[in-house]
Every structure is written in structure tokens, then in C-alpha cells.
């Protein structure tokens, strides 16, 4: 009867309904926007969301080293909180590991550019995991310290309860120094390291604010069962909640799993293969070439996440082609660097379809309408 009646209500909606801001008396009522579950939506999100621009006298000193890194770089966004109030509903978090606090305090930007924007160091001596995109030279953030990024996600969350779920991904920075003098690298993440990025996500995040492997999974044996049979909550329970992904290469995802079968008592879900116990949810960021295996994707119950643009080349060219594929591939939620344009580039945007910060996923509809026992 549940199942019924989410379908029903995918088929009684309009399109382009606003499922955070119905209108009573249209199609776009919250009765029938509440049932459905919460895979059955399509938001608009950020990549790189804590991203602050390299400053003109850095990024000249980068395009002088390496001028096609440098045009990728160049891009930013404003507070987590402005975007969120904005209509994103996806964010993208780079954390580093800092077990001795302060091994990213003197990065190299600053050091070697005089006469460059200033930047408050302070907390990246401080301790606890820290969020920049490159060390060294592309290393300022809105939210310095993890905790600080997710302290500003909650109180926008409170603050607006009616929200759909957020998707927050999470980047675990590791790897070797730049080739330049003086260059730090990043510390590895170890299993302890996998278990401090839960607790610092658990110590802002009470549980009844959080989206788990383990509350979708429930009595299922596995994610991936419990994703094909649509255990996901519905919207009307996933009001005002936040789950986590895991965006990593396997050897961090096998690394944070460690001996579990699915993910039992993780807080993130993790990118992995369709095929695997584990999967609830999927990265897969090409949406010219992977629109059939994210349409697969999102009809095994999985949550997909894909990008509109990448390396400031769809503004550049002023190019809505990956774009336009990404709102009709169907995946759940659509990152980009230009929820805003970027005038000095084009008038390339992202934005979704209605302008509302959800809608009903446009593979739902031809789904839910096949005969429902």
C-alpha cells in the first residue's frame, strides 16, 4: 500500500514541482509530494563548495607555472550558508588529515607572493581535520576547519527544517607534495583517521538529523537489497536531514569499510560498483557518456550524484551540453561551479528546471507508470 501510494503520487505531480515549497490547490501539494521517497527527487549542488578564489597576484604567479591548472582553478563560491539558501542541496567537502595540527599553517601561496590577499592561518594550526582544495596553492576555504563547514550546514539546517535531504560528499585529501620547494604533503588517512571524520561529523550531527547506511539498510542483508526493495525514507521523513558520501578512490573506500559487509554502523554511504553489497549510492560524474548506467543506477534504487561542468570548460565555451544531459540522465543530484554565473567567462548557469531547489526526478515518472500490484 506504500508503494502504491508513492507512485500515485509521482504520477499526480507536475514535472517541474518545487517539493520544498508546494502550492496548496495545484498538483504540487505536500500530501502527495511527502510519500514519495526520497531517491525520487533531482536537486542542484556545488562542487568544491568551500572554495574561496586564488588571489590575483597567486593565481598570476601560478599561470605564469602551469597556465591550464591555473584556468581550472579559477572559480569560487560563497558561504555554505548562502548556497544552501540559494537552493543547493548537494555540497562537496575536501578534508585533509592533520594529526599533528599545523602541518598545512605556512602554505607556499602565501609564503612565496608578496603583497598577496591576506589569509587568517589561525585554524589551520588549530586541532581537527581541515578543508582546503590543493595545499600550498589553492589552500583558502570559507570554512577552515571540517567541523567549522559542518557547524554551518546545521545551523542553516534548523533553521530550515522543511528542506529535502541534503547530500554532503566528502574528498579525503592524501598524496605527495608539489614539486616546489618548500611544499607540504598531505597525511594519509589511516583507519583512525576513517574513524575521526565520523566522530567530528557525529559531534555536529545528532543522530535524528542524519541519514545512515545502517537506518536505510535496517533488516535488509545488505544496502543494495535494501535500495532495490526502496527502503529509502520517504520525504516527509527525510525533512531537515543530512547524509554523507564517501567520494574516494577503493582503497579509502576498503580502508573506512574495513571487515564490514555493508557499512554497518558508518556514518557515510560509499562510491562503489552497482554490484556490491554496499552500494546505496554512486559517483559517476560523466553524464555524456554514463547516461545509461546512470538511468541503471537511479532503477536499482542507488543515489547518483553527476557534474554539469568540470575545470571551468563548460563556462569558458559557454556549453550547457553536459548540463542539459546531467537534469535528463536522472541522477538525484547535479553538482556544478556556476549555480551563479561567472561574467567574466559567460552567462553560463546551472540552474534546475521550474528554478525550485527540488524536483521530481524525470525518471520517476515513466517508472511509476508501469501497473503497481
Known amino acids: 500500500m506504500i508503494v502504491a501510494l508513492m507512485f500515485a503520487s509521482a504520477l499526480a505531480l507536475a514535472p517541474d514541482c518545487d517539493l520544498e515549497a508546494p502550492h496548496g490547490g495545484s498538483s504540487c501539494t505536500r500530501a502527495l509530494i511527502d510519500q514519495l521517497p526520497i531517491n525520487a527527487l533531482q536537486a542542484v549542488g556545488t562542487h568544491n563548495s568551500y572554495k574561496l578564489a586564488i588571489p590575483p597576484a597567486e593565481m598570476a604567479l601560478l599561470r ?17 550558508r548562502d548556497q544552501l539558501a540559494a537552493g543547493a542541496r548537494q555540497l562537496e567537502i575536501d578534508v585533509f588529515n592533520d594529526p599533528e595540527p599545523g602541518r598545512y599553517a605556512r602554505p607556499l601561496g602565501l609564503r612565496m607572493v608578496p603583497g598577496t ?10 586541532p581537527g581535520l581541515k578543508v582546503m582544495h590543493v595545499q600550498d596553492i589553492d589552500y583558502r576555504s570559507s570554512c577552515v576547519l571540517f567541523t567549522g563547514c559542518l557547524a554551518e550546514v546545521v545551523t542553516w539546517s534548523k533553521a530550515n527544517p522543511d528542506h529535502v535531504p541534503l547530500l554532503i560528499l566528502l574528498n579525503l585529501k592524501e598524496g605527495e607534495a608539489l614539486p616546489v620547494p618548500g611544499a607540504v604533503a598531505p597525511a594519509a588517512f ?40 526502496g527502503a529509502w525514507p520517504s520525504l516527509a521523513q527525510g525533512r531537515g536531514r543530512v547524509m554523507f558520501a564517501l567520494d574516494a578512490p577503493r582503497h579509502q573506500v576498503d580502508l573506512y569499510r574495513g571487515e564490514r559487509s555493508s557499512l554497518e554502523g558508518r556514518v557515510m554511504f560509499v562510491n562503489i560498483p552497482e554490484t556490491e553489497d554496499a552500494a546505496g549510492y554512486i559517483t559517476l560524474n560523466d553524464p555524456l557518456a554514463q547516461a545509461d548506467r546512470i538511468a541503471a543506477a537511479v532503477a536499482a ?11 571551468t570548460v563548460e563556462a569558458r565555451q559557454n556549453d550547457g551540453a553536459r548540463r542539459d544531459a546531467a537534469f535528463a540522465a536522472g541522477a538525484q543530484y547535479i553538482s556544478t561551479d556556476y549555480m551563479v554565473p561567472d561574467v567574466r567567462l559567460s552567462d553560463y548557469q546551472v540552474v534546475l528546471p521550474g528554478r525550485g531547489a527540488a524536483r521530481l526526478n524525470p525518471l520517476w515518472a515513466p517508472v511509476t507508470s508501469q501497473p503497481v500490484d
Do not use: C
Not at 605564469?64 to 555554505?80: K, V
Open 301 to 311: 534504487g542507488l543515489m547518483v550524484r553527476t557534474r554539469a561542468d568540470a575545470d
Open 64 to 80: 605564469a607555472m602551469a597556465p591550464a591548472q591555473a584556468s581550472g582553478l579559477d572559480y569560487a563560491h560563497p558561504p555554505l
Open 117 to 126: 590577499t591576506p589569509y587568517d592561518v589561525a585554524l589551520l594550526s588549530a
Open 190 to 229: 589511516d583507519a583512525a583517521a576513517m574513524d575521526a571524520v565520523d566522530a567530528e561529523i557525529r559531534s555536529v550531527f545528532g543522530p535524528e538529523a542524519l541519514i545512515t547506511p545502517d537506518s536505510v539498510q535496517g533488516s535488509h542483508p545488505s544496502l543494495k537489497a535494501a535500495v532495490a526493495a
